[in-house]
């Protein structure tokens, strides 16, 4: 059974840094698009970053850009979203998923997702 799990989450200063991680088990993520979703309450679910199947190709939203790194481990079995200068709009639940297709990465339908790790940037 493929299964997703996030970790990394917590609370953060505005300004700080988080890295938050996605372990796979089951299958290795070669072959797979993976992204990286958030949550806001009262907001949809929001593309944050992924990395493209096939071309391999990061991807970020424009809020995050120049702030977040996608990046997967040479094993492929984890994947990584260093998060820094954290902003409070930031806050939310974060969520990884995976798929084979090779669809726009930022797109939400992925078949296999984890079940959240929150991120909450606060003074």
């Known amino acids: 059974q493929l299964q997703l799990v996030e970790s990394g989450g917590g609370l953060v200063q505005p300004g700080g840094s988080l890295r938050l991680s996605c372990a796979a088990s089951g299958f290795t993520l070669d072959n797979f698009a993976i992204g990286w979703f958030r949550r806001v309450p009262g907001k949809e679910r929001e593309g944050v970053s992924c990395?493209?199947?096939?071309?391999?190709?990061?991807n970020y939203a424009n809020s995050v850009k120049g702030r977040f790194t996608i990046s997967r481990d040479d094993a492929k079995t984890t994947v990584y979203l260093q998060m820094n200068n954290l902003k409070p709009e930031d806050t939310g639940i974060y969520y990884c998923?995976?798929?084979?297709?090779?669809?726009?990465?930022?797109?939400?339908?992925?078949?296999?997702w984890g079940q959240g790790t929150q991120v909450t940037v606060s003074s």
């Open positions: 990395i493209s199947n096939g071309s391999g190709k990061p």
């Open positions: 998923a995976a798929d084979r297709g090779y669809m726009d990465c930022m797109s939400p339908f992925y078949d296999h």
